[in-house]
C-alpha cells in the first residue's frame, strides 16, 4: 500500500547576531490568518530541527510579535513544584503566542545558563524574574493570563525580549559578557560578511 504523505513543513534559515532584524522591536500582530498559522509551523519545525526549546519570529526574519516553543520534552513529568502556567500550557506544546507579553515579573530571581539558536555554541548565566504573569493570545484565538516559572517562564522571558530587540548577551553580568565578548565580535563580522555578499 502506498502511504500519503503529508508534507512536512518546510524549515526557515536562522538569522545570527549582528543582523539589524534581530536589533529591531517587532510589531504587534492585527489578526490570525492562515499566512501566519502556516508560519508558525514553519517556526516550530526550524526550533525542533536546531534542537532549540523557544523561536521568536525576527530569528527567521519576521518582524512580528510571535513565539513558539516546547519545553516540555517528557508532557507527563511535570516538577511537583509545577506553576500554574506549566500546568495550563503543557497540553498545548509546542506552544504558539501571539503578542505574548510579560504583565508581572516577581522580584525572586533565578540565575540559569541560556544559549539561542542565532547566537550559536555561545552560553551565559542570566539572571531573570523567578516568575512572570504571561498575557497572550493562542493560536485559535483564545487569551490566556496565567504564571509561568520554571523552564517555561524563562524560555518565555527570551523569546519575548527577542521581540524586544533584546539578545541574552546584553543580559550578562560584565564577567560572563568578557569571557564570550571575542567570539560574539566573531560571529557579528561573519553574519554582517553573509548579509554584505547576499546584497
Ligand atoms: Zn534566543
Known amino acids: 500500500m ?3 504523505f503529508k508534507k512536512k513543513p518546510e524549515t526557515l534559515p536562522l538569522r545570527h547576531y549582528g543582523d539589524p532584524v534581530l536589533r529591531k ?6 489578526a490570525v490568518t492562515p499566512e501566519l498559522r502556516k508560519l508558525a509551523e514553519q517556526m516550530i519545525a526550524t526550533m525542533y530541527a536546531s ?12 518582524s512580528i510579535r510571535l513565539i513558539v516553543l516546547d519545553t516540555m520534552p517528557g508532557k507527563d513529568d511535570l516538577p511537583p513544584d509545577a506553576t500554574p502556567g506549566e500546568i495550563l500550557l503543557a497540553p498545548f506544546m509546542p506552544l504558539v503566542l501571539v503578542n ?26 542570566v539572571e531573570r ?6 498575557r497572550a493570545t493562542l493560536l485559535d484565538g483564545e487569551k490566556v493570563e496565567v504564571e509561568c516559572g520554571g523552564l517555561l517562564g524563562r524560555c518565555i522571558q527570551h523569546e519575548i525580549d527577542h521581540l ?4 541574552f548577551p546584553d543580559r550578562l553580568a ?26
Open 2 to 4: 502506498i502511504g500519503i
Open 25 to 30: 522591536k517587532a510589531r504587534p500582530i492585527a
Open 51 to 62: 534542537r532549540g526549546v523557544g523561536l521568536a519570529a525576527p530569528q527567521i526574519g519576521k
Open 100 to 125: 505574548p507579553e510579560v504583565a508581572e515579573a516577581s522580584k525572586e530571581t533565578e540565575v540559569a545558563s541560556e544559549g539561542c539558536l542565532s547566537v550559536p555554541k555561545i552560553f551565559g548565566d
Open 129 to 134: 524574574p523567578a516568575y512572570v504573569l504571561l
Open 164 to 167: 524586544d530587540g533584546v539578545l
Open 174 to 199: 560584565k564577567v560572563e559578557l568578557e569571557m564570550v565578548t571575542e567570539e560574539i565580535e566573531k560571529l557579528e563580522a561573519r553574519t554582517q560578511a553573509a548579509l554584505k555578499k547576499a546584497k
